[in-house]
């Protein structure tokens, strides 16, 4: 059974910074892709920034400059820093994987919540 712990959400004022992080446990043999999303009320959940195994990185164009996604292998871990936040970034934030077990599966966290206030 493999499971996904997201911490680091919270309150912070616009302009303000976070750092989240979404641990992987269980019984894993490789991480491929490794993602934040994020889903505010009334809204789809949409990719925020993603990162291979190989490191390439992708962001959503709103966040380009201010966010930064990073992995460490060795603790299936990925953190996501966000730099100058604005309010409209407020909701819950998900990390998703790929991970080998037996196959290939996505697995999701249960979210942490980032609320910016203006």
């Known amino acids: 059974q493999v499971q996904l712990v997201e911490s680091g959400g919270g309150l912070v004022q616009a302009g303000g910074s976070l750092r989240l992080s979404c641990v992987a446990s269980?019984?894993?043999?490789?991480?491929?892709?490794m993602g934040w999303y994020r889903q505010a009320p009334g809204n789809e959940r949409e990719l925020v920034a993603q990162?291979?195994?190989?490191?390439?990185?992708n962001y959503a164009d709103s966040v380009k400059g201010r966010f930064t996604i990073s992995r460490d292998n060795a603790k299936n871990t990925v953190f996501l820093q966000m730099n100058s936040l604005k309010p409209e970034e407020t909701g819950v934030y998900y990390c998703?994987?790929?991970?080998?077990?037996?196959?290939?599966?996505?697995?999701w966290g249960q979210g942490t919540q980032v609320t910016v206030s203006s």
């Open positions: 998703k994987m790929l991970i080998g077990t037996t196959n290939l599966y996505q697995y």
């Open positions: 269980g019984k894993i043999f490789s991480i491929k892709h």
């Open positions: 990162i291979t195994d190989g490191g390439d990185t």
